[in-house]
């Protein structure tokens, strides 16, 4: 048994006490039995939920590995993780399902919900065997680090998973537009003389799979929208009544193409940084209802390989333990501390069918506690993640977890 004592709930300043028994929340402001630890006058949240995370895990562990990257998400105040099936070799297995699960249990940190490839090696043409997955513990389907670029294929796939009841998400990129593209396409890139990634690629993309989508009935998720058109296509869609949903990253809320006058590849991802109209058009979408989650496209890679130059750099930022400092420090006025919660909790559990997160007794004792009033300095050499290196170096931030619980039992616990 675990007692929490001095902790807020969100929008109440009283300090109260849950209790947590074989993984199970048991009550509020129960006579205090078992270990018993102090939450410092912290607000308590349900654990958040991470749609998508890059760990690497198998084949690039050079980058991060199972241990690293849940050890990262605890940190960052998240109980349970999807990773993405671009590893090598490519999660399209049922038996490297199987396998990143039982290692990621045995950690005792994040819990591992790993997605599974919807194409046989993420080649886009051939579905893998997707019940077989789904029954190994899959818990989405993506080719996420390659585009669908077989519509056909896509739309077999949204089929065939809408049969088995399972969700496909995707990068809505079409690879043709996109190009050599290493960069938001516009007057930055043009100033650098950069290859361009336009708007229309993902718009363009966006729009195809809305059609597959209304011809199958089928779930899909857009992953990391960047452009305020895409948004609009998914907004539409929604008011057509099909199953779609999406989400956005905190990167592309905070930072833009002109971050790329450094030349810096840290700032190189995709889909690209757009402009500062684009970011704040897609906050918007988080206020009104239009984005249903948070994501943060955790994509780690190593140094070296992130000092190369824009042409040849690898996309990808990797922040998971900042996710909810960042967002609560530069838009907790704007989004309120409900709200900001729910697109890292209710949000994720919509979109996936899953149970809606809950503090009430009897639900899965799945909890962060979160300093919202304290500013501390990012400091990328104490990230849990082997990526230890990030864009907001040295920003001062509140909201960081101090303690994180999974399953009943503390994966994450702040020392100083």
């Not at 994040?110 to 065997?129: H, I, M, S, Y």
């Not at 361009?196 to 195809?208: D, I």
Request: aromatic share 4%.
């Amino acid at each position: 048994m675990l007692t929490i004592t001095n902790i807020k709930r969100a929008g109440s300043d009283a300090l109260e006490s849950i209790t947590i028994e074989e993984g199970l929340i048991k009550g509020w402001n129960l006579p205090v039995e078992g270990k018993v630890i102090d939450g410092q006058g912290g607000t308590l949240a349900p654990a958040f939920t991470e749609l998508h995370a890059h760990l690497r895990e198998p084949g690039q562990t050079e980058k991060e590995d199972l241990a690293s990257g849940l050890a990262a998400a605890a940190a960052g105040g998240y109980g349970t993780v999807v990773s993405m099936p671009n590893t090598r070799p490519v999660v399209d297995d049922p038996a490297i399902v199987r396998a990143l699960i039982e290692k990621a249990q045995g950690l005792g940190l994040a819990r591992l919900r790993p997605a599974a490839a919807l194409t046989k090696g993420q080649q886009g043409e051939q579905l893998a065997e997707l019940s077989y997955l789904k029954a190994a513990g899959a818990a989405m389907f993506t080719d996420d680090g390659q585009t669908n670029e077989n519509a056909r294929t896509l739309r077999l796939g949204l089929e065939y998973a809408g049969s088995l009841d399972m969700v496909i998400s995707v990068h809505a990129e079409d690879a043709s537009l996109r190009a050599g593209g290493v960069m938001n396409e516009g007057p930055v890139s043009e100033a650098l003389g950069l290859p361009g990634n336009p708007v229309a690629a993902e718009a363009a993309r966006v729009a195809r799979d809305m059609e597959l989508v209304a011809q199958t009935g089928a779930r899909l998720h857009v992953q990391h929208l960047s452009t305020a058109r895409a948004l609009d296509i998914v907004r539409e869609a929604k008011g057509r009544g099909l199953p779609v949903t999406c989400e956005v990253c905190p990167h592309h809320l905070t930072l833009t193409d002109e971050a790329l006058r450094s030349f810096d590849a840290i700032y190189k991802v995709a889909p690209p940084l757009r402009t500062q109209a684009d970011a704040d058009y897609l906050l918007q979408g988080l206020l009104d209802g239009s984005v249903d989650c948070l994501a943060t496209d955790h994509a780690p890679h190593t140094r070296a390989e992130k000092e190369r130059d824009l042409l040849e750099a690898p996309s990808g930022i990797a922040y998971i333990e900042l996710a909810f400092p960042l967002m609560w420090t530069r838009f907790g006025e704007q989004l309120g501390l409900d709200r900001l919660i729910d697109l890292m909790t209710v949000g994720p559990a919509r979109v996936m069918g899953w149970p809606e997160p809950s503090l009430e007794a009897g639900a899965p004792a799945d909890v962060v506690v979160l300093d919202l009033q304290t500013e501390r300095e990012v400091n990328p050499a104490q990230f849990k993640s082997k990526a230890k290196f990030t864009p907001w170096a040295g920003e001062r931030l509140r909201g960081w977890p101090t303690l994180t619980i999974v399953a009943g039992q503390v994966a994450y616990q702040r020392q100083d």
